[in-house]
């Protein structure tokens, strides 16, 4: 896909980064103490928080079980730190656990800020681009094919075939229990057909080529992972049932 890559999608989460971030100067130096102090408060805020939410889904509460999945959460939370932060703010990070836990001191609250806003203005650019190529597409296509691509959203990929000449998407969209049909015209089935199954569809892209339409979907797997669906197709029909 040309705008809404995995990498698109996986800015667009990062540039997030600073929003649940609290801002305190007990994490402008190195303390044990602290560290653990802080990691017992948030687990128990997050058990509270599981405990209650069972209570209004009127499910029993496993605090064994909320405790363990708080554990979970922090390892990949810093994981994730560790791995989309740059290394000049990582270096100024006394301990990066502590930031994993949503604390930071304001100095490099500021630079993760400043990080976050960059990667923002990035994504919004992309989509921007984006919006801006679509007049060609609906010229061509016609506008109510454009405006139907935003029915993909969120739904689920049930199966991808070919059929004679085209490759036909089929997607259920949970909220409005609607079957949806994509018909893209004259291609062959994307070699990741098999993967796409069972995916949730974030993104949709079309573009003009030069001798056809580029589509393209970027969906998350059941483990958020990012992928695309894409194919070159003659031309695109999408259906309501």
């Not at 995995?6 to 044990?32: C, L, Y």
């Not at 029993?60 to 390892?75: K, L, M, T």
């Not at 990949?76 to 989309?84: C, D, I, R």
């Not at 569809?201 to 059941?222: I, M, N, P, Q, Y």
């Amino acid at each position: 896909m040309k705008y809404f890559t995995p990498e698109w999608f996986n800015d667009g989460i990062v540039s997030q980064m600073h929003e649940p971030m609290r801002k305190t100067q007990n994490a402008a130096q190195f303390s044990e103490k602290f560290y653990q102090k802080l990691y017992k408060i948030e687990k128990k805020a997050f058990v509270r928080y599981y405990k209650r939410a069972a209570k209004l889904q009127r499910m029993p509460f496993d605090a064994a079980g909320a405790e363990r999945q708080f554990d979970i959460n922090y390892e990949e939370n810093l994981a994730f730190v560790k791995a989309n932060l740059p290394d000049e703010i990582l270096e100024r990070v006394k301990d990066v656990r502590v930031l994993a836990l949503g604390s930071v001191e304001y100095d490099v609250a500021s630079q993760i800020e400043r990080f976050c806003g960059k990667l923002k203005r990035r994504c919004l650019d992309i989509e921007e681009q984006y919006d801006e190529q679509l007049a060609s597409v609906g010229e061509s296509l016609g506008w109510d094919t454009v405006h139907a691509l935003d029915n993909l959203i969120d739904a689920q990929i049930e199966c991808v075939e070919q059929i004679n000449d085209d490759v036909v998407i089929s997607l259920y969209l949970e909220e409005s229990r609607a079957n949806l049909t994509v018909i893209l015209r004259g291609t062959k089935l994307p070699e990741n057909a098999n993967i796409a199954t069972g995916g949730i569809v974030c993104r949709h892209e079309l573009v003009k080529t030069a001798e056809a339409f580029s589509f393209g979907l970027l969906c998350v797997d059941e483990s958020s992972l990012p992928f695309t669906v894409e194919a070159e197709a003659v031309g695109v029909e999408i259906k309501t049932n």
